[in-house]
């Protein structure tokens, strides 16, 4: 049931035009995120994109092992035809371009999580 999420920075006024880019994105490959012997480690269960103002967040649901999403999701088609699409509205720059660039705007834009639950974790009081 885990979840994270990643901030962008964007100019305010674009939210139509993010609304398209996201709304025409390809899917993922894989939800599917391996290690370096092609073990699964982690699965993407989906996301979700919000956008207010100047603040777009991205909502990831993941299971298993978060390290490697990162990684998994610089190598996804879906994601760098995303990435090349929004560099308009940004209010920051960023290098996406390389694996290890994602990796730290991945880390650096992350959310810090308070508290996660879930009706599976916290049963509905009677």
Not at 12 to 31: N, R, Y
Not at 105 to 125: G, H, I, K, N, V
Request: a negative charge; charged letters at 25%; one cysteine or more.
């Amino acid at each position: 049931m885990p979840y994270a999420m990643i901030t962008f920075r964007v100019e305010p006024g674009h939210e139509d035009e993010l609304a398209e880019i996201f709304g025409d994105a390809p899917a993922l490959e894989s939800p599917v995120v391996t290690d370096e012997h092609g073990r699964e480690t982690a699965r993407l269960l989906g996301t979700g994109v919000f956008v207010k103002d100047d603040v777009l967040v991205r909502v990831i649901h993941y299971e298993g092992d978060f390290s490697g999403i990162a990684r998994h999701l610089a190598s996804q088609h879906h994601v760098h035809a995303v990435e090349d699409r929004i560099v308009p509205y940004l209010a920051d720059s960023r290098d996406t371009g390389t694996a290890e660039g994602f990796a730290a705007f991945f880390r650096d834009a992350m959310m810090r999580c308070l508290t996660q639950s879930s009706s599976e974790t916290q049963p509905a009081r009677m």
